[in-house]
Antibody, heavy 127, light 111 residues
């Protein structure tokens, strides 16, 4: 069965750093684009960052320059290193799999959506 | 990149049909037939129900259908059932710099 399990969330003061991790199982991790999507409690979804099978990365304007997405295929793991954290970064962070298997451009991958979601890890930024 | 605009809530009786709109711009929804829809129950992770405007992934109910016209995409739920009561989000490809933008979300209530 396909699973994504996030970890690394917690409570941090503004200006601090966190590293989120996501462990994947049940599929060939290296063959899929992976994403982080966040959701403020009671609010909507926000795409945060994505990494392709070739390691190419993209970020939302809200985290660009403060976050780094990476993957370790040998460990079937996805990461999000976040720094200079703000109160506005408080949210549940979901690890998400792009639905298209195999190398593709981002526009080709977008045809298929995001088909596997973890249960999320909570990040709280507060003084 | 601004969030796509969805109605905050839609309500209808069981057995009826509803349509949820998702309005973007010529930079996202209007430029690409790359809109997906997600269903989310309270406290749960979202689930993909439509991709590429009108394609259903394996396991998604045939009562879900999608369409697009200009800068607006739509999700229709036919034969509304109690289990359809959830939040629904659209998502569009938005270009190379920031590839994805989600909608503001719609709460569907089955009366």
């Amino acid at each position: 069965e396909v699973h994504l399990v996030e970890s690394g969330g917690g409570s941090v003061q503004p200006g601090g750093s966190l590293r989120l991790s996501c462990g994947a199982s049940g599929f060939i991790f290296s063959r899929y684009d992976m994403h982080w999507v966040r959701q403020v409690k009671g609010k909507g979804l926000e795409w945060v960052s994505g990494i392709g099978t070739a390691g190419d990365t993209h970020y939302s304007a809200s985290v660009k320059g403060r976050s780094t997405i990476s993957r370790e295929n040998a460990r079937t793991s996805l990461y999000l290193q976040m720094s200079s954290l703000r109160v506005g970064d408080t949210a549940v962070y979901y690890c998400v799999r792009g639905a298209r298997e195999g190398p593709s451009s981002w526009i080709e991958a977008a045809q298929y959506g995001m088909d596997v979601w973890g249960q999320g890890t909570t990040v709280t930024i507060s003084s | 990149q601004s969030a796509l605009t969805q109605p905050a809530s839609v309500s209808e009786s069981p057995g009826q049909s509803i349509t949820i709109s998702c309005t973007g711009t010529s930079s996202d929804v209007g430029s690409y037939n790359l809109v997906s829809w997600y269903q989310q129950y309270p406290g749960k992770a979202p689930k993909l129900i439509i991709h590429e405007v009108n394609k259903r992934p394996s396991g998604a109910s045939s009562r879900f259908s999608g369409s697009k016209s200009g800068n607006t995409a739509s999700l229709t739920i036919s034969g509304l059932q109690a289990e359809d009561e959830a939040d629904y989000y659209c998502c569009s490809y938005a270009g190379f710099i920031t590839p994805y933008v989600f909608g503001t979300g719609t709460r569907v209530t089955v009366l």
